[in-house]
């Protein structure tokens, strides 16, 4: 290494370099080059107003939390979808409304007056929860709506004979409005109701 | 020498003459200025002026090429005490040598200027640009070659 030094500083290029800044160093002293530059300091801005040293650390942490926090989000609503039957009133009413068999039950008059009277229930309220869920399991667990009636109708048979058999002496227009109807008189009663949807799930369980 | 001649020289090797390297050593220490709280421990002080100053005059290379053109133009030239003879062999030599490093690649020109004009050593060299010892020998070489390949390629056109 040293060969080559001793080689080039005899290069021409060399002396060129040296040259120019000989020539250059000279002009630059001529110059007043700390005035100028007091100069430009003063009449400039003082500094750079830069953030905190912590601040620009926990900067990447934050945007790396944060790209965690959307990933997270996605995957959770793509993992678990949203239930289609929110723990609203709306939600819920949703939900019959788009079931074919329930559908028809709402369209008659006389059973949207009896929904209405047990909507306004106070105590349906509570019961409106284990309702959903199990209408959220049927739906997850793909059995027709058409079965669902019965299926009730069978648990609340199994779940208070008695009920069931009084339930009867309403007028029905066919053996499937029967099992309707008796599903929402038990709707009710609040025994009857936690009796039967724990038949229900239970009956699930067994599906 | 003192650290802003230092840093004048290394401005002059990017530069395409004394009073733009000057311009371009007075942005350097403003900038140096404005940034001192970006400087952890005043022992590396030097390596750090100096890495500012490769980074201004890199920046500035980039903004103001267009510029520079028009400003030399317009600037005052020196009294030059040397014969014309001299001064016409050695503005050519000049040219030549500039254009020649200019059209260094990058990693290669970096390690030239701060060798040849800043005078620094491999050591700091390696340090401000953070590569080994190593390297920068064997990039001050390559350097080195490719200027004097480029000036002999000019000299044989001119013939």
Redesign the interface.
């Given at each position: 290494?040293k060969k080559?030094e001793r080689k080039?500083d005899g290069?021409?290029?060399?002396k060129?370099?040296e040259?120019?800044?000989e020539?250059?160093?000279q002009?630059?002293r001529g110059?007043d080059?700390?005035g100028?530059?007091q100069e430009?300091?003063k009449s400039?801005?003082?500094?750079?107003t830069?953030l905190p040293l912590w601040l620009k650390k926990s900067i990447p942490v934050l945007g790396l939390i944060l790209v965690l926090v959307c990933v997270g989000l996605i995957a959770r609503i793509l993992l678990f979808p949203p239930s289609p039957l929110d723990r609203t009133l709306g939600g819920f009413e949703e939900f019959f409304t788009k079931s074919p068999v329930l559908r028809r039950i709402l369209a008659d008059e006389e059973a949207s007056a009896r929904k209405e009277a047990i909507w306004e229930k106070e105590e349906f309220v509570d019961f409106e929860w284990i309702l959903k869920h199990v209408l959220f399991s049927l739906h997850r667990k793909n059995i027709p709506d058409e079965k669902i009636p019965f299926l009730m109708y069978q648990i609340l048979r199994d779940v208070d004979p008695k009920k069931a058999e009084r339930l009867q002496i309403y007028e029905v227009s066919s053996q499937k409005d029967f099992y309707l109807k008796k599903e929402l008189e038990c709707l009710k009663d609040q025994d009857c109701r936690i009796k039967l949807f724990s038949q229900i799930l239970i009956k699930l369980k067994e599906v | 020498m003192s650290l802003?001649?230092t840093v004048?020289?290394i401005c002059?090797g990017f530069a395409k003459n004394?009073?733009d390297?000057?311009d371009l050593?007075?942005d350097v220490?403003?900038k140096a200025?404005?940034?001192?709280?970006?400087l952890k421990d005043n022992k590396y002080a030097r390596d750090w002026l100096f890495r500012i100053a490769r980074n201004t005059a890199l920046d500035h290379g980039r903004k103001h090429r267009v510029r520079q053109i028009f400003l030399a133009q317009s600037r005052g030239e020196?009294a030059e005490t040397r014969p014309p003879e001299y001064q016409l062999d050695?503005a050519e030599?000049?040219r030549s040598?500039k254009k020649a490093v200019r059209q260094l690649p990058k990693k290669l020109r970096d390690v030239f200027i701060l060798r040849?004009?800043g005078d620094l050593s491999y050591r700091e060299i390696a340090e401000i640009l953070g590569i080994k010892d190593g390297t920068v020998?064997s990039r001050l070489?390559r350097a080195?070659e490719a200027?004097?390949m480029q000036?002999m390629e000019k000299e044989y056109e001119k013939k």
């Open positions: 290494m080559n080039w290069d021409p290029i060399k060129i370099v040259a120019e800044k020539d250059a160093l002009i630059f110059m080059f700390r100028r530059l430009r300091i400039g801005p003082k500094k750079t830069s | 802003s001649e004048y020289k002059l004394p009073w390297a000057q050593t007075q220490y403003l200025f404005r940034n001192l709280d970006s020196p050695h030599s000049l040598l040849e004009y020998m070489l080195r200027v004097r000036m």
